[in-house]
């Protein structure tokens, strides 16, 4: 009797340059180690969703910033903040549409915050200082002193401004007035455009096409320049935005060099070690070759940090604990490409990133298996199992998925921001958003005020992404405050989730036609394996497999084995 050979599923993705060269893919998936006495040595669990933050009716997410109680974003022509709740504010018109960097000082009691995109130049988008700042976003130039910046960045009281031409400028102490004289130029290396500088460790990193020179405060009396340089490093930067990590509560710089790779410094140290691995290097200059930009991105989540690095063709990310790399991947006009989420930066104890598929400001959340309401595909393809060679019987095949995933309840919190009559005078209540709602789904009310009659068990009528009308009820009582609306219903896929399981006999550049099978309902948890069965032969390649989830629970996969004995292996 033969022995079940393991099917060999990756810890990180390595798709390669053509798909019979690939060693297996993980797609909005990744690898997390399980206990030394565990079931596996690892499991392979779905990366984490996207829940609504906030609504706007913007395109074009450039990037934020947390200041104090409220962040302040930017879209395309346009500048807002956005508070815990969700509500938007718009300043005005911030020109551009190219990813911008914006920083805060400490001024009190009101910080400055300027914001510099690559085209358009410096913007002060919030200050108390009226010579400044007008109420919107107002162009600024440092009183006459300051020339089209591409970047900006804060550390030490002060705003360093970088010029294409290698200058670097700094503001006063907390102030937005600046000197001719207080600047510096990069020059280290003739041939260089310089790009970005990034205040990271208490070092102000000032990155050109070419090298990073290193300078550290010096605490020089103005106005000179109060840095002085440290150092030289020889990898530059490949593209303004292809850097992210210097973040508040990430502190980690990871960026794309000019030699198409992936680098990585941490805090404390000025040592880089090269991460991409050979796939991602030759997808990167492939995207620079043809001239589309590339972004990078990072958030928390679960205790983990991901760096994210995007094109208009893919999305990659690199766990930072795992130091492994997955794709994501994102639904969009019915098929699969770039991660939706753009950009991120901490705020309100969550992580908050543009959305590429709308204006909206979305947040990470591991709770939520969807991409805001869309199909969150989970994707594993396994590397060759090379026990097979050609014309071996493949018998069957056993997969230990976590079983009994499906979710006979939930609890799906909308906060209400208002209430009003509907249609037919029924309540309809303002929330913060309906993305994940159906209709006719039970919703449990509470803790409205003003409009009380709503508080109670109902069932929805979905109206659009921000109301939602009760079912059975009359309104009657104007809305003063408060209230959450708790969706109760799961969708019938998260009820009764499936796996869709395929078999390839030509390394990857086919795929059979998926056999569909279930995950368990809730609590059945007795099966312990999905298996597949008389399959056919293996081909000259042996056999590889894709499991594929797209239903809106929780999934882990443990491993698997393929045997040519038809006899039950654990089920």
Known sequence: MAKPVPIPFPLSSFPGASPQESAG????????PLGENGPAKFKLVRSAGLSQHATT???GYRGGLIVNNLSYETWANNASTVDASGNVTSIGNFPGTKKVSIARNQSSPTPDVVAVDIDNGAYVLGSANGTYFTGVPTAYNGGGALPQPNSVCFQDGYFFFTIAAGQVYASPLNGLTINALTFITCQAKADVTLLRGIAFSGLLLLFTTGSCEVWQDAANPAPAFPYGRIGVLEFGLIQPAAIAGWETGFSELIWVAQDFGV????????SQIKISPPDLDRLIEAEVRVGNTLEAGCYVVAGKKFWVLSSPDWTWEFN???????ERQSLTSGVYGRWRATGGHPAFGKWLV??????????LDDANYTSNGSILLYRIESGPVKDFPSQVRVARADFDFVTGAGQATRALVMTVLGAAAGNNG???LTVN????????DTINVAGVTGTTEANGTWLASVIDAQHIELKGSAFKNAYVSGGAATDVTSPANAVAPVVAISMSRDGGVTWGNPLIRSLGPQGRALRVRVSVKNMGLS???GVRWRLDVTDPVNVSLLGGTQSSELHPVGA
Do not use: C, F
Request: glycine share 8%.
């Open 354 to 363: 543009g959305d590429k598929a709308s204006g909206n400001l979305l947040y």
């Open 539 to 541: 081909g000259p390649a």
């Open 57 to 59: 009716a913007n395109s």
């Open 433 to 440: 958003n309906t993305a994940q709602v159906a209709n006719n």
């Open 25 to 32: 893919r993980l797609i909005n998936a990744y690898a997390e």
């Open 320 to 326: 930072l604990e795992t130091k492994k790399w997955s």
């Open 263 to 270: 680098h990585w410094m941490t805090a404390g140290s000025l």
């Open 426 to 428: 029924v309540v309809r």
